[in-house]
């Protein structure tokens, strides 16, 4: 693994660990409530990906200080964030750091175990939208995935094409890998901004 | 992997993709969602099977023209079904299809892997039954298994040693497949056309 | 693997399927929903961890006596159990002892394997916890790692070090095993009994 994945993945588990913790303090869980989503948002794409693509072990076995940080950042966040709570929009920017992180990084492994463009894709989107759909289900909100509002996976699956397009042109994989995850970060901050969406409901549900 | 098999899991695929994108839909889902329910309900209980029998690479990894099918019926299905809502009880016949292939063929993955009866009917009933509770579970339904309902997984269980008898005693694959799947998709139809249970509550929860 | 943690794994199997089996009655399940649920309780956190640790075949597709017995002890509970129903409070002490069970299971496994401690320590807790969770997400309870309520995965969590401690200081399986699984039950049944929290709300939910 290259020092610029090691590096991304850090940012990413960063990223989510934070949407998670937020979510959880605003559903007023405890510390062990707040570790554990953080860690599960963190955590469960990268998991979904490893365990569906054999590739074993699992990293954040590998990689021991990726749960050590998130114990810390848990206990941190849980005494800093005592008295009140925080809005749960200020997920959006975390969310979107870290879908952008985990949907390139689920395509380059992808990849580099030599599957194809479309089903890298698909486990990019995997990747990128697992975490935050069970750190959603978890906290009984609907998963982005599946809230008829600003485009999600779709974002995902385009930025994925675009980090492919790159690295064949290019050969760079650092050049690709940022391109694809700041377009993906990038977009989704527009699409919540100005309320971009693929349906309109004429009828509300 | 034989013919008799592939075809088969493309009959699967397509009617669980179907039931998943009526649901979707009847909950007024955009094309992404749409596609996201289709492939999760069709790909789900193999995806499990394939995990838990450690049976790798995944099978929608090996067989990239499966997802690309998906991905091709939930265009049509979105631009067709526009205009109204489908009813959900649609979903009972592919439904009835999808658990029927799926939980034949899950067992029969475990013979040929050198497992036993029971744990390859056990197996079958996981592989068919995973990607509808998926379904259910997602778009805020009881998963039929867990319904006090027709009764369900019990029909995909007696299929499964149908299947095993009937291989055992005439040493023909396509044939005992076959017999095991219409039992289950026959059965199905016929316990809720005439609404068949395991147990009846006198108090209504 | 030696026999202790094979008469453990037993009686951790037998603890789970039955508070499975109590939730799945509380909610005046079927004979099917019954078994499903117990199933799903006893060898859900064992499946997670052989999984995520590549640890093939899964344990009880190696013994296959142990879905058999879940199977005997789901039909005997549902004639047994068929006038009345259970209190749902019934599930603590055979929830405690499954918790403490798999979670010292989970731990020691993972040291086999040559992981740290600290991984070695949320394998053990993901393997305690996740049969009942899953057992609670699928009866529509709050599953117990994230009520606000008396404590849960901590105990689990500390008891796991307590057997690193035994086992590096004893070298002697059998005590520490013991010991660790002692504890967690133990404590989760004091806690319960006394109502030990990590935090209390000023604002109920």
Redesign the interface.
Known sequence: MSDTVYLLEMIGIVAFAISGMIVARS???????VF?IG?ITALGGG?LRD????N???YW?RH?EQ??LILAMAIVFSYWNRAGRMRESRIVLPDAIGLGVFSILGAQLALDLG??W??AS??GVMTGTFGGALRDT?CNEVPY??R?DQ????ISFAGCWIYFVCQWYFHNETISLTVGLLFITVVRMLAVRFDI???R?S?Q?
Chains 1, 2, 3 share one sequence.
């Open positions: 559903k007023n869980m405890d510390p062990v409530g554990t860690f998991t365990l569906i693509m054999d074993h072990p699992v076995i021991e749960p050590i599957h194809s479309f089903i698909l486990l978890l995935i599946f008829k485009i999600y996976a779709s969406r693929l349906q409901d009828m549900p």
